[in-house]
Nanobody, 122 residues
Framework: QGQLVESGGGLVQAGGSLRLSCAASGRTFSDYTMAWFRQAPGKEREFVAAIGRYSFLRNYIDSVKGRFTISRDNAKNTVYLQMNSLKPEDTAVYYC???????????????WGQGTQVTISS
């Protein structure tokens, strides 16, 4: 069975930056679209960003465009989410996920990490 392990979360002040990483194992990483989702307390899990197998396709939720960048390194089996100009409303548990074909729909994703907490103080 494959595994996705997120890291890089933490507590930062508004306006700060964090870089999340998600290391994949047990599968051929380049076969999968990778995505980041987030879930704030009392809210549904929402799409944040996705990246296609060879980085040609990328999508972001409107609220993070221009602030977040998704990238991947297929040689390292890792996907990243660089988050700049963070806002208190970005506070959530961030999850990485994988699936075979490209999608931004949370229900389409087959494989999930355990999540990493991101907290932004005002």
């Amino acid at each position: 069975q494959g595994q996705l392990v997120e890291s890089g979360g933490g507590l930062v002040q508004a306006g700060g930056s964090l870089r999340l990483s998600c290391a994949a194992s047990g599968r051929t990483f380049s076969d999968y679209t990778m995505a980041w989702f987030r879930q704030a307390p009392g809210k549904e899990r929402e799409f944040v960003a996705a990246i296609g197998r060879y980085s040609f396709l990328r999508n972001y939720i409107d609220s993070v465009k221009g602030r977040f960048t998704i990238s991947r390194d297929n040689a390292k089996n890792t996907v990243y989410l660089q988050m700049n100009s963070l806002k208190p409303e970005d506070t959530a548990v961030y999850y990485c996920a994988a699936r075979g074909t490209y999608s931004t729909n949370v229900a389409d994703y087959d494989y999930w990490g355990q999540g990493t907490q991101v907290t932004i103080s005002s």
